[in-house]
């Protein structure tokens, strides 16, 4: 809308600038144990996380020496909802592996 002076229109025009923050990213992390096998681990990555066969040796392999490894970093939601669904999977199937969630 514009303000009328003597018969002139004026019009004011308010640029709002407006910072979009991204949302903090976490990494979803699995642990290693001495029972859930290689096989299974490699399994979980590439079904749960969309990893190619490459991806999911190397992160296991990273998983077995170093102790844990990153599945993937995702928003905090979407890091929930992959840890819950790698514990529901590995208790089906009877091993007790771990996943977690880390600030990235």
């Known amino acids: 809308m ?21 949302p903090p990213q976490y990494k979803v992390l699995l642990h ?3 029972y859930t096998t290689m096989d299974f681990v490699v399994m979980i ?10 991806e999911a ?8 020496h170093q102790g844990r490894g990153v599945a993937g970093i ?3 939601e979407i890091g929930e909802t ?3 669904e790698v514990h529901q999977l590995a208790r089906k199937n009877q ?9 990235a």
């Open 2 to 22: 514009g303000i009328t002076h003597s018969g002139t229109k004026e019009e004011t025009v308010v640029k709002e600038r407006i910072k979009l923050q991204e």
């Open 32 to 34: 290693n144990d001495d």
């Open 45 to 54: 990555l590439e079904l749960i996380f969309s990893k190619n066969t490459a």
């Open 57 to 64: 040796t190397a992160i296991m392999l990273s998983v077995h």
């Open 74 to 76: 995702y928003t905090r």
């Open 82 to 84: 992959k840890v819950a």
């Open 95 to 103: 091993y007790p592996l771990k996943c977690s969630l880390e600030r």
